[in-house]
C-alpha cells in the first residue's frame, strides 16, 4: 500500500513538472515570438491575416448577424451579402473574434491558440508515460515537441493548425487509454476520443482526420500483445466506432451550418466537393509551392517523395540529427557493454507515423502547394526523438561520464532547436518575414481614403494581405461586379496596374488614378461614369468556394 501511494504521489510530481515545461515553452513563445510584431509575421502568416480579417468583421458586426460565419470582406456593412470562408471551421476566428470584442489586440490575443496548443505538451506527456511505462521519455517528448520548428511557428497561429495540434493528441492519448483500459473505463475513455474527434472536426476542421481515423484502427490492431491479442479485431472495430462516429459527427454538424450560409445543403455539399477535388488536383503550380517542387504531376512519385523528405529535414534538423545521434552511438556502446536495444516501442512509432503520413500521400495537392502541412509529423518525429534518447540513456547504464555527456549533449540540442537552428523556411511556413515595407505602402494608399470610404479590392489572392494593412471597409472584385446601390460613401479601387488587364484598362479611363506603385494602383471611382448599375456575382449563393489553401 505504501509503494502504491509513493508512485501516485510520484506520478503527480512528474505530470505537475510536465505542466511546468509547458507552462514555461508557452510563455517562453509568447514572449519571444507572439509579441514581437503587430502584425502576423510567422508560421501560416497570410492565413493568420485573413482570421484576422474575419475576426473584425465579427466584433464589428456581431457573431449572430453573421450566422456565426467566417467572412472575407466587410460586405454586409454596404448592404452585401456577407463573402462567407467554408473550407475550414469558423471556430478560430469566433475564438479571436470573441478576444477582439474584450478589447484584446492581436499581440494579447495570441494568448489563447498558444493555451489550447500548449495544452498537447501535456496530452504527449500523458500519451509517452503510458504506452512506453517511463516518466522520462515523456518528458523528453515534451521536449522534442515544443522545440520542433513546426509547432514554434504555429503554436500561436490564429488558424487551426494552433488547434490541430491539441485535437490530435489528445484524441489519440484517449483512444490509446481506452484500448489498455478495461470495463467501464474502456467506455469512458472510448466517449472521450469520440467527442475529441468531433471537436476536432467541427471547431478546427478535416486535416487531422485521417491520422485520427487510422491511428484507432492500427493502435488496438497491431500494439496488443499476449492475452490482449485475441481480441484485437473487437478492439479495433469498438475504437474505430467510437471515433468513426465522432468524425462524422462533426463533418455534419460541419456541414449543416455551411448549408445555413450557403443557402442549401446541395450547395454546401457542392462546396465541399469542389475543396476535396481542389486538395486531390493532379497539377501543381502554386506560389505556395516550394521552388523546387511548384509544378510536376501528381503521378511522379519520386518527386513528391523527395519534396516531404525535404521538408522533413528542412523543419526537423536538430530532431533527426539527435535520432541519428542517439541511435549510432547507443548501439556502439549497447554492442561493447553487451546490453540489448528494445525495439518494441518502435512499432507503436511505425503505427502513429503510418497514421500522420495519411494526409500527406491522400491529398498530394493540398500537400505540395502548402508547405505547413509538414506540421502532420510533428507527433511521430517528437516521439521517436523520446524513445531514441530514452533507449540510449538506459544503454549508458551506471557510466556517471556517459550519462553526463549524453545529457550534455542532449541540452545542446534542445537549445539548438529553440534557436531553429538548421531550419529552411519554405512556401507558407516561414520563421520571421519582415513586412514593414509593405505595411508603410499600404498604410501610403489608405491616406487618401477617408474613414467612411469603401476600398473595392481587385487583386486576387495576394500576400500579404492589403486588406489587413488598409484599415478601411473592403469587398472582394471577385464578389462585387460594380457598383451597384452603393450609397452615398465615397467608393475606391485598388487593382494591379497591368495593361493587359481589362479591368484597369477600364479603371484609367473612368476613374481619376490617385496612386500607383509597381504592385498596386488606387483609383477613386466617385464619378458618376463608375457608378454604373449591375448586380452583384453569385447573388443568393454568397461565399461559395471559400479561400483555398
Not at 87 to 102: C, E, K, N, T, V
Not at 275 to 288: C, G, H, L, N, T
Not at 403 to 417: K, N, V
Request: proline share 4%; charged share 15%; glycine share 8%.
Amino acid at each position: 500500500m505504501r509503494d502504491q501511494t509513493r508512485t501516485l504521489a510520484a506520478k503527480k510530481r512528474h505530470t505537475l513538472l510536465a505542466i511546468a515545461l509547458a507552462a514555461m515553452f508557452v510563455s517562453y513563445l509568447f514572449a519571444t515570438q507572439s509579441t514581437r510584431s503587430d502584425y502576423p509575421d510567422h508560421g501560416n502568416w497570410s492565413i493568420d491575416m485573413e482570421q484576422t480579417i474575419a475576426a473584425r468583421a465579427f466584433a464589428s458586426f456581431g457573431f449572430s448577424s453573421l450566422d456565426f460565419g467566417a467572412t472575407r470582406d466587410n460586405g454586409p456593412e454596404v448592404s452585401l451579402a456577407p463573402y462567407y470562408y467554408t473550407h475550414y471551421s469558423p471556430f478560430p476566428a469566433i475564438a479571436l473574434g470573441y478576444l477582439y470584442s474584450l478589447g484584446l489586440t492581436i499581440t494579447q490575443a495570441h494568448i489563447l491558440p498558444l493555451l489550447v496548443s500548449g495544452s498537447a505538451l501535456l496530452a504527449i506527456y500523458l500519451l509517452a508515460r503510458r504506452v512506453l511505462g517511463d516518466w522520462r521519455a515523456g518528458v523528453v517528448a515534451v521536449l522534442a515537441l515544443a522545440s520542433s520548428a513546426p509547432f514554434h511557428l504555429l503554436a500561436d497561429s490564429f488558424a487551426n493548425p494552433a488547434y490541430d495540434f491539441a485535437a490530435k493528441t489528445w484524441t489519440m492519448l484517449f483512444t490509446t487509454l481506452g484500448c489498455l483500459a478495461e470495463g467501464k473505463r474502456r467506455w469512458a475513455w472510448f466517449a472521450g476520443s469520440g467527442i475529441g474527434a468531433l471537436a476536432t472536426v467541427s471547431l478546427s476542421g478535416i486535416e487531422m482526420a485521417p491520422a485520427i481515423a487510422a491511428y484507432a484502427v492500427l493502435f488496438p490492431a497491431f500494439s496488443t500483445t499476449g492475452s490482449r491479442r485475441q481480441g484485437c479485431g473487437r478492439l479495433a472495430a469498438l475504437s474505430g466506432l467510437w471515433i468513426g462516429a465522432g468524425l462524422l459527427g462533426g463533418m455534419l454538424l460541419w456541414l449543416i451550418h455551411n448549408a445555413i450560409l450557403l443557402g442549401s445543403l446541395n450547395v454546401a455539399l457542392t462546396d465541399f466537393a469542389n475543396m476535396i477535388a481542389y486538395y486531390f488536383r493532379p497539377v501543381i503550380d502554386s506560389p505556395w509551392g516550394d521552388q523546387n517542387y511548384a509544378k510536376f504531376p501528381q503521378d511522379d512519385t519520386v518527386d513528391y517523395v523527395s519534396m516531404l523528405v525535404y521538408r522533413a529535414v528542412g523543419y526537423f534538423p536538430i530532431h533527426l540529427v539527435g535520432i541519428a545521434l542517439a541511435l549510432s552511438i547507443g548501439g556502439i556502446m549497447a554492442s561493447a557493454l553487451h546490453r540489448d536495444w528494445d525495439w518494441r516501442p518502435y512499432k507503436w512509432l511505425g503505427i502513429l507515423f503510418v497514421s500522420e503520413l495519411l494526409w500527406l500521400l491522400i491529398f498530394r495537392g493540398h500537400t505540395a502547394v502548402n508547405a505547413y502541412t509538414i506540421y502532420q509529423l510533428s507527433l511521430s518525429i517528437s516521439l521517436a526523438t523520446a524513445i531514441t534518447l530514452t533507449m540510449a540513456w538506459r544503454v549508458a547504464g551506471t557510466s556517471a561520464s556517459g550519462r553526463y555527456l549524453a545529457a550534455l549533449a542532449g541540452a545542446a540540442l534542445f537549445a539548438a532547436s529553440l534557436a531553429y537552428l538548421g531550419v529552411q523556411p519554405r512556401g507558407n511556413l516561414q520563421v520571421q518575414v519582415d513586412l514593414s515595407e509593405k505595411k508603410q505602402q499600404f498604410e501610403a494608399f489608405a491616406s487618401p481614403i477617408p474613414v467612411n470610404g469603401v476600398v473595392l479590392f481587385d487583386i486576387g489572392e495576394t500576400d500579404p494581405s492589403p486588406q489587413f494593412f488598409i484599415d478601411r471597409t473592403f469587398v472582394r472584385r471577385e464578389w462585387l461586379n460594380r457598383l451597384d446601390n452603393a450609397g452615398t460613401r465615397p467608393w475606391f479601387l485598388l487593382t494591379r496596374p497591368n495593361i493587359y488587364d481589362e479591368g484597369y484598362k477600364q479603371a484609367l479611363s473612368t476613374n481619376l488614378l490617385l496612386k500607383k506603385t509597381t504592385d498596386y494602383a488606387l483609383f477613386d471611382m466617385n464619378s458618376s461614369q463608375s457608378r454604373t448599375s449591375s448586380k452583384t456575382e453569385g447573388a443568393g449563393n454568397p461565399g461559395q468556394g471559400g479561400l483555398q489553401r
